[in-house]
Structures are given as C-alpha cells and as structure tokens.
C-alpha cells in the first residue's frame, strides 16, 4: 500500500463548479500536510497548507482529518486557470516529505 | 524569496557515464529531497537529507547515491547511468515540517 494515496482522477469539469480532491495517508506519525499545484512542465509550488481546524484561501479550503488520516481540497467556482495537477503532501516527524501521484483538473469553458 | 537552483535544465548521458547532478538553495533550510517524476507514476522520493552528511533513502535509492557536505548543496549521484533513469529529477529543500521549495528541475535522457 502506498503511503500517501491520491484520487486518480482526471477531472474534467465546466467552469463554475466545486472541485473536491482527497488524499489518504498511512503513517499515523505524519505531522504536517499540504497541497501543492503543479502546471505542465513546471515544477510542484505550495497552494496551502492544511490544518485540523482547516484552512480557507479564497476559493479554496483544505482540510485535514487526522482520526481518518485523509486530507482533502475543495475548489469553489472553479475557473480555467485551476487547470493544473494537484498534489497532497505528508511528512513524517522523520523529515520524510512524501506526494500523492497527483490529480489532474481541467476546467472547460 | 527562497532560491532553489538545480544545475542543469537539460542533460544527455551515455549508458554506463557517471552523471552528478547538483542542487544549491539559499535559505539555510536543513532538509534537501531529490525525486524522480515520471508520467502516470507522480513525485518518487529518491533520498533525503536533514543536516550535512546525513541521508535517508527514500522509497526507490536503488542506482542513486547522494551527498551533502554543506548545508546549502545536495548532489545525486548515478553511479553508472541505465536508460530506465530517464526521467524529470526535482531537488527541493524545506525547513523541518514545513513546506518544500522546489528547483526547476533537471531533464535527464540517458541514451
């Protein structure tokens, strides 16, 4: 079983939409969370961290359920520039920074 | 702004070549990852490093070496180069529990 384990997607979605991306995680001892964007041939930049108490940036809002060890992603209105792949990220009290394969979004007008 | 400069964009390699591939960042971050990406398969961790001279091994070390002497600079080292490590390598660094810094990325085809 992988570690950190990621809706496969793709998603394919109009514009206008609420998006919503999982992510489970195995290590129980995982002690800070985050999700990432990724755009075509370009390197993963941090889009938010993720809090028990969550954590709401705009349109988006991140969320982290320890006691079922699964983080999600909530993209509200989505727009054609949410097209991007999206990435869940957990590290360890080890320092092991571990990333879901990804969930591509593709907004359409 | 944090700077993560990995020392190639691009590199051709020959089966059996040696290949260094070099990571520094600026930010005095004690840890430094390498990944592999390749399509359908996401970001694989190679090694980590949380201070100097210290490394992990990641999910897939096998034909990878690492070193890290200074704070600012992680290398990964093909000890002989197969064509099945063609792939995207990312270098990123962070502060302990904090979020990661990624490089450009290095393109490497190994032929």
């Known amino acids: 079983r992988k570690e950190v384990e990621q809706d496969p997607g793709p998603f394919n979605v109009p514009e206008g939409v609420t998006v919503a991306f999982n992510c489970t995680y195995s290590?129980?001892?995982?002690?800070?969370f985050f999700w990432y964007r990724q755009d075509c041939r370009k390197e993963p930049k941090l889009l938010m961290s993720?809090?028990?108490s969550g954590n709401e940036d705009g349109r988006f809002t991140a969320q982290l359920n320890r006691a079922s060890q699964y983080i999600s992603l909530l993209i509200r209105d989505s727009k054609l520039s949410d097209s991007a792949t999206y990435l869940c990220?957990?590290?360890?009290?080890?320092?092991?920074?571990?990333f879901g394969d990804g969930t591509t979004l593709t907004v359409k007008p | 702004d944090v700077k993560v400069t990995q020392s190639s964009r691009y590199l051709v390699k020959r089966t059996g070549e040696k290949v260094f591939l070099e990571c520094v960042q600026d930010?005095?971050?004690?840890?430094m990852f390498w990944y592999r990406q390749d399509p359908g398969l996401g970001l694989r961790l190679i090694y980590f490093?949380?201070?100097?001279?210290?490394?992990e091994k990641g999910d897939i070390p096998e034909g990878y070496s690492v070193s890290r002497e200074k704070k600012e600079r992680f290398s990964l080292i093909l000890e002989s180069a197969s064509t099945n490590q063609t792939s995207m390598y990312l270098c990123?660094?962070?502060?302990?529990?904090?979020?990661?810094?990624f490089g450009q990325g290095t393109r490497l085809t190994v032929v």
């Open positions: 930010m005095d971050h004690e840890n």
């Open positions: 290590n129980s001892a995982s002690q800070s």
């Open positions: 490093s949380y201070d100097v001279k210290m490394k």
């Open positions: 990123a660094s962070s502060l302990f529990l904090n979020e990661a810094f």
């Open positions: 990220v957990v590290n360890t009290n080890a320092g092991k920074s571990t």
């Open positions: 993720v809090y028990s």
